[in-house]
């Protein structure tokens, strides 16, 4: 490449303040009085500020003071006057050397009031000394990075407030908040405000709303698809509709809650977490078990050891009504079935999926597809086993089979 082709650009790393008084000296915006004036301004801060994280009397710690009211000058200038060099010269002549230095002490301070997270109750990972200290000399801030930093911030701040919108509309005292994010809060409070609920749901109450949605949303023209209508905003005042706007869009386009080949405890397994639930009493958390799960505690009727779970996983496996407890009579029909055609294990599999439990449909297919049923095949498909008698002993002793004594049936 030859040398017509060549740009050198050079960078100019010196800190704002100095490039601003740079520039104001050049163009004589500042004369030698002004700047004496800032010297004088300068000694006398440089020392407050080495008493303040430190000590006066030690050089570095007054080497750092001198650095620290640098940076700060820097930052001030640089975001009030957008980086124009003549403006931030022109500021220093008219204003004194330590109110620059003040003004970007109270920039800091402002950002750090400000929460850098959306989750109520959680503690700042500094105190405001450890940040100011951080930032005036370890880390201090380039323009982009304050901005970029005061943004993020102020987002946080305008969920939480919004949040807290929300829980006053709906009565929840703010103590209850605590540790709960943000955004989980105005989640729940659109749901409500769908389901036309006026409060906070428990976990049960979670529980029929989202069943009440689903239901709606099946019923609706849109086949199934969830819509909140933007109308449900109206109330909600202008500074906090934007943030509460966007969480509206994520939850009908993230959140699948009317997705008709999730069960709702598989739902409220993979979205309890995005949204905020009350403490349930243990009346509620039973009355939660009974609804997400109404078709398995049809089936075991509260019983819950594995004979009777493997033996309503038999019948299904054997085309037989699932029960609990069968007859001696059902177990060698169930035998039968099953040298005839085989289990049918992906019917047991599609009850568990659709009808258990959330939190146990793990441990349930494997009790059956690793545990019960690589010997049920075995002993139950022997041929030679003409009279099913190692068959029956095998679902005796796994299942629960009546059996037949003198007089009575026995268990």
Same mark, same amino acid.
């Given at each position: 490449?030859?040398?017509?082709?060549?740009?050198?650009?050079?960078?100019?790393?010196?800190?704002?303040?100095?490039?601003?008084?740079?520039?104001?000296?050049?163009?004589?915006?500042?004369?030698?009085?002004?700047?004496?004036?800032?010297?004088?301004?300068?000694?006398?801060?440089?020392?407050?500020?080495?008493?303040?994280?430190?000590?006066?009397?030690?050089?570095?710690?007054?080497?750092?003071?001198?650095?620290?009211?640098?940076?700060?000058?820097?930052?001030?200038?640089?975001?009030?006057?957008?980086?124009?060099?003549?403006?931030?010269?022109?500021?220093?002549?008219?204003?004194?050397?330590?109110?620059?230095?003040?003004?970007?002490?109270?920039?800091?301070?402002?950002?750090?009031?400000?929460?850098?997270?959306?989750?109520?109750?959680?503690?700042?990972?500094?105190?405001?000394?450890?940040?100011?200290?951080?930032?005036?000399?370890?880390?201090?801030?380039?323009?982009?990075?304050?901005?970029?930093?005061?943004?993020?911030?102020?987002?946080?701040?305008?969920?939480?407030?919004?949040?807290?919108?929300?829980?006053?509309?709906?009565?929840?005292?703010?103590?209850?908040?605590?540790? =709960?994010?943000?955004?989980?809060?105005?989640?729940?409070?659109?749901?409500?405000?769908?389901?036309?609920?006026?409060?906070?749901?428990?976990?049960?109450?979670?529980?029929?709303?989202?069943? =009440?949605?689903?239901?709606?949303?099946?019923?609706?023209?849109?086949?199934?698809?969830?819509?909140?209508?933007?109308?449900?905003?109206?109330?909600?005042?202008?500074?906090?509709?934007?943030?509460?706007?966007?969480?509206?869009?994520?939850?009908?386009?993230?959140?699948?809650?009317?997705?008709?080949?999730?069960?709702?405890?598989?739902?409220?397994?993979?979205?309890?977490?995005?949204?905020?639930?009350?403490?349930?009493?243990?009346?509620?958390?039973?009355?939660?078990?009974?609804?997400?799960?109404?078709?398995?505690?049809?089936? =075991?009727?509260?019983?819950?050891?594995?004979?009777?779970?493997?033996?309503?996983?038999?019948?299904?496996?054997?085309?037989?009504?699932?029960?609990?407890?069968?007859?001696? =009579?059902?177990?060698?029909?169930?035998?039968?079935?099953?040298?005839?055609?085989?289990?049918?294990?992906?019917?047991?599999?599609?009850?568990?999926?659709?009808?258990?439990?959330?939190?146990?449909?793990?441990?349930?297919?494997?009790?059956?597809?690793?545990?019960?049923?690589?010997?049920?095949?075995?002993?139950?498909?022997?041929?030679?086993?003409?009279?099913?008698?190692?068959?029956?002993?095998?679902?005796?002793?796994?299942?629960?089979?009546?059996?037949?004594?003198?007089?009575?049936?026995?268990?």
């Amino acid at each position: 490449m030859s040398d017509k082709h060549r740009n050198i650009e050079l960078v100019d790393k010196r800190p704002f303040f100095e490039k601003a008084l740079g520039f104001g000296l050049k163009s004589h915006i500042l004369d030698q009085e002004k700047c004496r004036a800032m010297i004088v301004d300068a000694a006398k801060g440089t020392v407050q500020v080495a008493a303040f994280f430190g000590t006066s009397h030690l050089h570095t710690d007054l080497e750092n003071a001198r650095q620290r009211i640098v940076n700060l000058i820097s930052l001030y200038l640089e975001q009030t006057y957008n980086g124009d060099l003549q403006k931030s010269a022109e500021s220093l002549r008219d204003n004194t050397f330590l109110s620059h230095s003040r003004g970007g002490n109270e920039m800091l301070k402002a950002l750090h009031a400000l929460p850098d997270s959306t989750v109520f109750g959680d503690t700042k990972g500094q105190g405001l000394k450890e940040f100011q200290d951080e930032r005036t000399l370890n880390k201090p801030f380039a323009l982009n990075a304050y901005r970029k930093e005061r943004k993020a911030r102020e987002e946080c701040a305008a969920v939480v407030e919004a949040a807290l919108w929300f829980a006053d509309d709906m009565g929840l005292e703010h103590s209850a908040l605590d540790f =709960t994010g943000a955004e989980t809060v105005i989640r729940t409070a659109l749901l409500v405000r769908l389901g036309g609920g006026g409060e906070f749901p428990n976990r049960l109450g979670f529980a029929k709303l989202l069943a =009440t949605i689903r239901s709606n949303a099946a019923n609706s023209t849109a086949a199934g698809k969830l819509k909140i209508p933007k109308k449900l905003l109206d109330d909600v005042p202008l500074e906090y509709r934007d943030v509460a706007e966007k969480i509206r869009r994520e939850i009908e386009k993230r959140d699948a809650l009317t997705d008709p080949a999730v069960t709702l405890d598989s739902l409220l397994n993979l979205v309890e977490l995005r949204y905020f639930v009350q403490e349930s009493s243990l009346e509620d958390v039973d009355g939660f078990d009974a609804m997400v799960s109404k078709e398995w505690h049809k089936v =075991t009727k509260g019983k819950e050891d594995p004979y009777s779970r493997l033996t309503i996983f038999m019948c299904i496996a054997a085309a037989a009504k699932p029960k609990t407890t069968v007859s001696e =009579t059902v177990a060698r029909a169930m035998i039968r079935q099953v040298r005839q055609h085989g289990f049918d294990s992906a019917a047991v599999a599609a009850f568990i999926n659709s009808a258990a439990p959330f939190e146990i449909k793990e441990n349930l297919l494997s009790l059956w597809e690793d545990e019960f049923l690589p010997e049920a095949q075995e002993y139950l498909t022997d041929d030679d086993d003409l009279k099913y008698t190692r068959a029956l002993k095998f679902l005796k002793e796994n299942c629960n089979i009546k059996v037949k004594t003198a007089g009575k049936v026995q268990d």
